[in-house]
């Protein structure tokens, strides 16, 4: 192979520039507050009776979306930062990429969505807010397949095809199929996993074992590697609950993502442990296998899926997912050819067509003595155009909506996995994938020594530097 | 000693599995969504005349939640990561045991607090939530006593008795008794932490001493640790607020709380640096001991104790649980033979019962000048069997239900210790504890060569490896 | 030079109990509980007729609350702790003055802004809280440019001086000259930003580089630092809507501190990757430039600045902020002779000034057709005395609180850093500058050797030791 070139010294602040240029010109066109967020709000709460700021959307939303913000900064960053020596990398381009994806996301979901049709504009409040976090979270997840593997540029041309494409199949899915998926199991998690695992497969690297003492973690990097972990699993409730009904919407999907959670930790600690010859754990499924059951009640929370459902899908997914990094990987990586460097077919692709399947078969099986007249109508919508559609009918729509999601990923990926594989994007050779140093100054480079101890910070002897200079010959 | 066997890889999958599917039928018979959680919520609110979603306890409850939801995983995980080789073991049992016991307190908690008479069920919202976390964190108290030196195994048998205890005494203390202790001074610390050192005591181990270079911290275990301090300082006033009264109650114990710890912060670095020749701090004091105040006003904060005297609460804190660090640790483990890792007899036992004592003292001292006659009311909740008691009774009430928790934690503590003495549970022999290569697979035996600095990773040359075979022999 | 003496063990002790005792007098005088958190509520519901105690100013400001305590302590704590060997002292001083500072910002605050007339209390609820916590942050941030270089006692006069100009300053720029800065560009980072560079100028250390081999960062101090950014960054918009109105000012300026800040990462990902040769990515950059953005929108965030204005201003910072550290920090340390650790001037000093002209321009340019009529009266708080102020009028009024910002920060700090120089306070020699070890007891003292991995944890050999005795020599 010959030497690629990472110089990225113009490619990179080109894009950033010129993109967030662009978003400014848009924003600027498109973009304005919504009724809530302005200040002519206190003419509407006057024409509306409203009697208190508090029932503005804000207080009812606020709380969630910063808990969502966490996860998508904090929780997918530090999640990645397992590997030994590309913590940079995936806590400093997730930052990037989710930074400029929710402005993208902003625009794309606002034509798609909230477009006013009098005045052109999009109307931005916090569920907007939340809206395009959970956008940028589709790509965030892709970035995990590809982690190592590719420059700044290309995850950020990933971003923008990966926004648009989500924009397009939550608009079929949520609005003219009308399938529910407050949390995303479809719309989040099964796009950004297929998506993500077909340009892995497209940029396949056959000499990824260049590069192998770059791969695998070091002590502390699983540490790092926890809070992401912990950040997600605890938020999680957050997330499947941001954009449901008030009252007991929230109340009830908050309650189901916390069950199932705690379900997922104990099959996936059963499985990990049983999986190695003395009953040791590995780290790499308690970081990301405990998340399964969030991904898979994605769909289902805001339904009466009931505490012991709940349950009962956190049970399988822990063993569903802990199973997929012990057997499904390394079968991936062999025969198909996907290089999974998070894994995220286990973490989010596989439990996200379960909660999908999941979220089909409990509307499907939802009754009006469980659910209540009006409560049925309120938990799937059916309202205007939908008011006659049954709970059978809008299983069958539910379970559409996850090929939707399949598709949209896998072609999506494909044709973006096609771009990327264009010579100019500066990606590492394959010797110096899952590396820092290729895209980032290290603390090393700076002039002055880098001390693990505190003796190695003294003035180092000639003769020292000898002994290393032969020793590493 | 024969040659303990550490292998768990029957115990800990069977436990986890047979538990969790106990866990998933005893929801699927006794728990369901409370009220404001299920979809009739829609006719609650016409029947009682709700005007706003916003009047859901959701809105009331649920940042609470969420901080103490971060404290109990977060925090408890990290603030146990201080020891070098132990970060595996201290984040990932935490988090094992936590997932667990929470689905366990719902059941115990539900059946002596709320089980519907009429239907048998135990009907949950977030306060349900909020109090599991409660519950665990009395059990993750005590795995600070017994870090590093028991088996996964081992920790779900305390938490399975643990819970199991806390409801009951908690029953006693918080309806038989009818004491306030909201933040759990009572029912949470002083019960945990007797809890674990009772078991700490009945597990004591002679020959510790053989697992003496693994004790201690290295410089970035220390920092990771620091996370855990924070976040359980940052969020204490959540915990101490998170079920106390709507309004003003919430409000003031937030304001409590606050100033409680801002004060425990300032003795601690006092007498940390007053107790070193240099005058020099230990991480180990403002790791802990800052966060005593907070203990200790678990019981006083929702009371009219005013700004000044949390400052004080805070103060004397302050400097109790840093000389316990100095002085009474030592002589705990030397002449009482409890060895008391993470030092939770100085950060929860002593300032439990402290918060105990100022709770009964602020309880017998309030007066209606002070509290207001409704607000002496609501504060006590002096209503139906209760109407007619005197805050002189309460105050007697306070301390006797102080007794009670500590009489569960030394009690309950010496059974499970028997329990857990059993040489089936595959706890590590002496001198490999606070190891975590015991339970984990390490990444340094990967097969991927384990790096510290850009150098090691490197190919190494066989020069080099034989100055490391020979220096090291 | 003489041997300096750190020996703080009297002079830190002393401070920390006679300070804090003077806090329980104070407050046992002067701070009371406000009508939201007394028990006495009850009664003022009753009297207002509010009808729900979710209108308690608690549930509109808590979950900011909480946001803004996580920025003051992980955020800038954690911030800090980039350095190889100064991560102790980073989070750690940081807790101390922040524990300090909030208890004397309360009655400083109190006293300038609500001390009651009839009764000469303070009465604190939630949003002083919130107000304490936004003084600290302005000693927070003079910390950062003396970061290393004093010690524990002289942040601690630092802060009773930062704190007691800060309320003085905001006394003069929010209620006399009735500007408007929710998010503090002006009072908090202007302020705050040129009283720490002013400190450090005088403090200055000609010899400061024989500390070179402790300056800069360890691949894991990097990683730790991106918590701090990602904690701030992430909250921003809590910190910026804290204070505002309720409803649709709180709304809004989260929507713009949020977009203003996802802005500020790509220009800055786009200069520090142009400043390289081949176009890698500074951490120093990445860790603080992107904050710049919320520095910048602190005054205007609540302001009708529009979706596109709050990028603009990020777009600008980003560029501003990066070229700073890049241009600006090594012209301070060269010419002016101000060595700026943490380099807030590229983070606060700058942005803060950025920010209170985009704040003034803003207000200059409102206009009646854009806030409607009632809309402009709440938003600048037209009332009272004010009520005739147009708003070209409250454009050089806001100016002038600029001003006054930075004349407080530099004559401030011109007095405070003559009061640091005095050679009582324990201060580190300029060759033990940036090391814990001079202020902490470290692990690696503690006894037990200190392990970087596995290996180093078994027994050294005599050979080994000789070899580190001779390479080392």
């Not at 290309?154 to 529910?180: C, D, K, P, S, W």
């Not at 999986?275 to 991904?295: E, P, R, W």
């Not at 290089?339 to 009754?367: E, R």
Request: hydrophobic content about 45%; glycine content about 10%.
């Amino acid at each position: 192979e010959y030497q690629k070139n990472t110089n990225i010294r113009l490619t990179l602040p080109v894009v950033c520039f010129v993109w967030q240029i662009a978003m400014i010109i848009l924003f600027g066109v498109f973009i304005r507050y919504d009724e809530e967020s302005d200040t002519h709000w206190v003419e509407t709460k006057a024409h509306d009776n409203i009697t208190s700021d508090i029932e503005n959307d804000f207080y009812f939303r606020y709380p969630s979306f910063q808990d969502v913000h966490v996860m998508i900064f904090v929780g997918f960053g530090f999640l990645m930062t397992f590997l030994k020596r590309y913590s940079f990398g995936a806590v400093g381009f997730n930052f990037l990429i989710a930074s400029f994806g929710l402005q993208w996301a902003l625009l794309m979901q606002g034509w798609f969505h909230s477009l006013d049709p009098q005045t052109g504009k999009i109307f931005i409040g916090v569920e907007s807010l939340i809206n395009a976090d959970f956008c940028v979270a589709g790509c965030l997840i892709a970035y995990g397949a590809v982690l190592g593997k590719v420059s700044p540029v290309q995850l950020l041309v990933m971003t923008l095809f990966g926004v648009t494409l989500f924009a397009v199949e939550e608009y079929i899915i949520l609005n003219l199929l009308h399938a529910r998926d407050a949390g995303g199991s479809m719309v989040i998690h099964t796009f950004g996993g297929y998506y993500g695992l077909t340009i892995s497969w497209v940029l396949y690297r056959p000499n990824l074992h260049q590069s192998k003492r770059m791969q695998g973690s070091v002590y502390h990097s699983d540490i790092f590697a926890m809070i992401g972990t912990l950040f997600l699993w605890m938020f999680w409730p957050s997330f499947n609950s941001a954009i449901t009904d008030h009252g007991d919407g929230q109340h009830r999907a908050v309650i189901n993502t916390y069950l199932c959670l705690a379900s997922t930790v104990l099959t996936t600690v059963a499985i990990s442990s049983f999986s190695q010859k003395t009953g040791k754990l590995d780290m790499v499924h308690i970081q990301n296998s405990t998340l399964a059951g969030g991904v898979a009640l994605g769909t289902a929370a805001e339904f009466m899926i009931s505490p012991y459902g709940a349950l009962i899908v956190g049970f399988l997914c822990g063993i569903i997912s802990t199973m997929g990094y012990i057997f499904i990987s390394p079968f991936l990586e062999k025969t198909l050819k996907i290089q999974d460097t998070c894994g995220i077919h286990n973490l989010h692709a596989m439990p996200g067509v379960i909660g999908g399947i999941v979220g089909a078969i409990t509307a499907a099986a939802a009754s009006e003595s469980v659910y209540g007249k009006q409560g049925l109508i309120n938990t799937f919508d059916f309202t205007g155009d939908f008011k006659d559609r049954t709970v059978l009918t809008q299983g069958g729509y539910q379970a559409a909506g996850m090929c939707v999601s399949i598709v949209f990923g896998v072609a999506g990926g494909a044709i973006v996995g096609s771009i990327l594989k264009l010579p100019i994007w500066g990606d590492p050779a394959d010797e110096n994938c899952f590396d820092d140093e290729v895209y980032w100054e290290h603390p090393s480079h700076s002039g002055v020594q880098q001390p693990h101890d505190p003796q190695a910070a003294r003035p180092v002897s000639p003769f020292s530097m000898l002994c290393l200079t032969i020793s590493q010959n």
